[in-house]
């Protein structure tokens, strides 16, 4: 159980353009979802936390009208890339925490996103 | 602000021996929730082990057991059998009793070795 899915795995876009990821949680509810980027060889970078029906918290240093997070349903969380350049290009990965007692802050990850902008 | 520490950046270990990474963290809650990451060359993050501040006894789960030492701040990873499927980044996590994100640490990247 607890499985997350992302779509796409791999998009290479143009400069300039909007790209949209999906993360859904396939058989749980999640009630929090959290968005991260990783660089090569280097540990997960918290983007934002989302929870269902409110606005997403950005940490800092991430522009939230360049990174939206849309949180609609307590299964899918969508993280568009507005105007994307070439150093938005990253692998991005999404997180869904479950709310049931003998999972307690327990994330379960999709398999990520890797973004190419050219 | 919490922190985890893994001090080991790279290992390695032979097919079927045993290996041991290391994690300390700093909180000043009392009530918290530990774990270990694997991320395989594939990039998946998976859940390895989970631990419960609250609960003295440590954490198993076939091959893998942590040792949590609370006083310490330390929560090592202990990998037993070590196959080559193991070979990954693992990555130390925190959370404290609130709906807060994961505090990773900076990951130790373990190689086996046939």
């Known amino acids: 159980g607890a499985v997350v899915s992302q779509h796409p795995s791999r998009v290479i876009c143009k400069s300039g353009t909007s790209v949209k990821i999906e993360c859904r949680s396939l058989d749980f509810q999640a009630t929090t979802m959290f968005w991260y980027r990783q660089f090569p060889k280097q540990s997960l970078m918290l983007m934002a936390t989302?929870?269902?029906?409110?606005?997403?918290?950005?940490e800092q240093g991430v522009e939230k009208d360049k990174f939206l997070i849309n949180h609609a349903s307590l299964t899918l969380s969508t993280l568009t890339v507005t105007s994307a350049h070439p150093e938005d290009s990253s692998f991005y990965i999404c997180s869904a925490r479950a709310g049931a007692p003998d999972r307690v802050g327990t994330q379960y990850f999709g398999p990520g996103t890797r973004l190419t902008v050219l | 602000a919490q922190t985890v520490t893994q001090s080991q950046p790279e290992m390695s270990v032979q097919e079927a021996e045993t290996v041991t990474l290391s994690c300390t963290y700093d909180t000043s809650e009392n009530n918290y929730y530990l774990f270990w990451y694997k991320q395989p060359p594939s990039r998946q993050m998976i859940l390895v082990i989970r631990?419960?501040?609250?609960?003295?006894q440590n954490a198993t789960e076939n091959r893998f057991s942590v040792n949590f030492q609370k006083a310490a701040k330390s929560f090592s990873l202990k990998i037993s059998d070590s196959q080559l499927g193991d070979t990954a980044m693992y990555f130390c996590a925190f959370v404290n009793s609130g709906n807060t994100p994961l505090v990773f640490g900076k990951g130790t990247r373990l190689s086996v070795i046939a």
């Open positions: 989302s929870n269902e029906g409110s606005k997403a918290t950005y």
């Open positions: 631990q419960e501040a609250y609960k003295q």
